[in-house]
């Protein structure tokens, strides 16, 4: 891997601009001071693989509907009806995921890992702070692939339009209304909601911000804050954690979509795209694709990864040898729950040995790359590394 040193982001620069969680506990940066150099057809080969992966995981998303497979994925029962009325209807828009690959430096082939379809993180550090990194170096701004600000404004023009084509937008958007939300406490989560709620903003929504607990759920009126009405409704808030902790609330949602009193984003079926469940139902439909691991829900006979269906940050995963022997292991609250059985691939590595996993964010299209850095396991201490086409 070819890795340019840069001068890091000051932490006062980092604070002025709304980014607050940059020292992690251990008190040592979450930016480095380090920009991954990638070539332009490297650059294309993320983006072809991000589209070519998406339509793949809605043929696979439509495999589990028809065949009811809904358990198998891990997916909670009281979620399995909102999933299939918001797959059915266009327009519950997908507005952006994230898919983590490996590979796809030096030669190195690109593997799918998992989608983050629901509520994926590095939204703004992917599409600010690696931008910032090239500005304040006095680096080329645009030797980037990174357009997710712009993909996501488009995309939001798609839940009027529902077409590639968003010139219609305007004749077409009746005052649309968006009401952003998440769990009050994680700067983290405020901030990237914030930074959603500004693309929606500038596509040509009416947009307004409040904490889900400030917020008036009715089954048959829809979704309320401060006496407003609002056609959209934007939670930060995973879908899994509204099934199992606002059981009540997932059953408003339900009867809000039935009636069809709003249109939450994301949709309940990109719960199906981040179970890391849908990745063996990818290798039985497309076996020894180019893109995929081999994945089942029972232990290869090869060096594997062992994955919580629906867990995040690295949280129980596991790395085990080709006799199911535990290499490497952390810990987390996801441990009695479903899990995947999948390949081992090695991630690209610097010269000291430290792991790179890609990034690419996906808004109706691939749009931006980024990269986590780590060691054997990618977990909450890994570092957000930016890239700059060379």
Same mark, same amino acid.
């Not at 020292?23 to 001071?33: A, E, H, Q």
């Not at 589209?51 to 793949?56: F, V």
């Not at 958007?173 to 500038?202: H, M, P």
């Given at each position: 891997?070819?890795?340019?040193?840069?001068?890091?982001?000051? !932490?006062?620069?980092?604070?002025?601009?709304?980014?607050?969680?940059?020292? #992690?506990?251990?008190? %040592?940066?979450?930016?480095?001071?380090?920009?991954?150099?990638?070539?332009?057809? @490297?650059?294309?080969?993320?983006?072809?693989?991000?589209?070519?992966?998406?339509?793949?995981?809605?043929?696979?998303?439509?495999?589990?509907?028809?065949?009811?497979?809904?358990?198998?994925?891990?997916?909670?029962?009281?979620?399995? &009806?909102?999933?299939?009325? %918001?797959?059915?209807? @266009?327009?519950?828009?997908? *507005?952006? /995921?994230?898919? #983590?690959?490996?590979?796809?430096? $030096?030669?190195?082939?690109?593997?799918?890992?998992?989608?983050?379809?629901?509520?994926?993180? =590095?939204?703004?550090?992917?599409?600010?702070?690696?931008?910032?990194?090239?500005?304040?170096?006095?680096?080329?701004?645009?030797?980037?692939?990174? #357009?997710?600000?712009?993909?996501?404004?488009?995309?939001?023009?798609?839940?009027?339009?529902?077409?590639?084509?968003? %010139?219609?937008?305007?004749?077409?958007? @009746?005052?649309?209304?968006?009401?952003?939300?998440?769990?009050? /406490?994680? $700067?983290?989560?405020?901030?990237?909601?914030?930074? *959603?709620?500004?693309?929606?903003?500038?596509? /040509?929504? &009416?947009?307004?911000?409040?904490?889900?607990?400030?917020?008036?759920?009715?089954?048959?009126?829809?979704?309320?804050?401060?006496?407003?009405?609002?056609?959209?409704?934007?939670?930060?808030?995973?879908?899994? %954690?509204?099934?199992?902790?606002? /059981?009540?609330?997932?059953?408003?949602?339900?009867?809000?979509?039935?009636?069809?009193?709003?249109?939450?984003?994301?949709?309940?079926? !990109?719960?199906?795209?981040?179970?890391?469940?849908?990745?063996?139902? *990818?290798?039985?439909?497309?076996?020894?694709?180019? *893109?995929?691991?081999?994945?089942?829900?029972?232990?290869?006979?090869?060096?594997?990864?062992?994955?919580?269906?629906?867990?995040?940050?690295?949280?129980?995963?596991?790395?085990?040898?080709?006799?199911?022997?535990?290499?490497?292991?952390?810990?987390?609250?996801?441990? $009695?729950?479903?899990?995947?059985?999948?390949?081992?691939?090695?991630?690209?590595?610097?010269?000291?040995?430290?792991?790179?996993?890609?990034?690419?964010?996906?808004?109706?299209?691939?749009?931006?790359?980024?990269?986590?850095? =780590?060691? &054997?396991?990618?977990?909450?201490?890994?570092?957000?590394?930016?890239?700059?086409?060379?």
């Amino acid at each position: 891997m070819n890795i340019l040193k840069i001068s890091p982001l000051r !932490t006062d620069y980092l604070e002025k601009i709304g980014f607050s969680w940059h020292t #992690d506990l251990d008190n %040592s940066p979450y930016i480095t001071d380090e920009l991954v150099q990638v070539s332009q057809n @490297e650059c294309e080969a993320y983006y072809n693989a991000a589209n070519e992966l998406y339509d793949m995981f809605i043929k696979a998303a439509q495999y589990v509907i028809d065949n009811d497979l809904f358990h198998d994925l891990g997916i909670p029962f009281n979620l399995i &009806e909102i999933i299939k009325m %918001s797959w059915e209807n @266009e327009v519950h828009w997908h *507005l952006y /995921g994230r898919f #983590d690959f490996a590979g796809g430096l $030096d030669g190195e082939p690109i593997k799918l890992l998992e989608f983050n379809a629901d509520t994926p993180t =590095g939204v703004f550090e992917t599409a600010i702070l690696q931008w910032a990194m090239l500005k304040q170096n006095n680096l080329e701004e645009n030797s980037q692939f990174n #357009d997710l600000f712009d993909g996501l404004i488009e995309n939001f023009r798609r839940l009027v339009t529902l077409e590639d084509d968003t %010139s219609k937008f305007d004749e077409l958007n @009746e005052g649309w209304k968006i009401l952003f939300s998440t769990v009050s /406490g994680s $700067d983290e989560d405020t901030t990237t909601t914030r930074f *959603l709620q500004a693309a929606a903003k500038q596509a /040509g929504f &009416e947009t307004n911000f409040a904490f889900v607990d400030e917020i008036e759920f009715s089954d048959d009126e829809g979704i309320f804050y401060n006496g407003q009405n609002y056609e959209y409704f934007f939670k930060l808030i995973p879908w899994e %954690s509204i099934a199992i902790s606002e /059981g009540e609330l997932a059953l408003i949602l339900t009867n809000i979509i039935k009636n069809q009193k709003a249109i939450i984003l994301n949709p309940a079926y !990109t719960l199906l795209f981040q179970s890391k469940g849908i990745m063996k139902i *990818l290798w039985d439909l497309y076996p020894n694709h180019p *893109l995929l691991l081999e994945s089942k829900f029972s232990p290869l006979n090869k060096k594997q990864v062992k994955k919580p269906f629906l867990a995040r940050e690295g949280a129980n995963v596991s790395i085990l040898d080709e006799n199911k022997n535990v290499i490497c292991e952390n810990g987390g609250e996801y441990g $009695d729950g479903k899990f995947l059985y999948q390949e081992y691939v090695e991630l690209n590595k610097d010269k000291n040995g430290s792991k790179y996993q890609a990034g690419v964010f996906f808004a109706y299209e691939g749009c931006a790359l980024g990269f986590r850095k =780590g060691g &054997e396991i990618l977990d909450n201490y890994s570092k957000f590394t930016g890239h700059i086409i060379k």
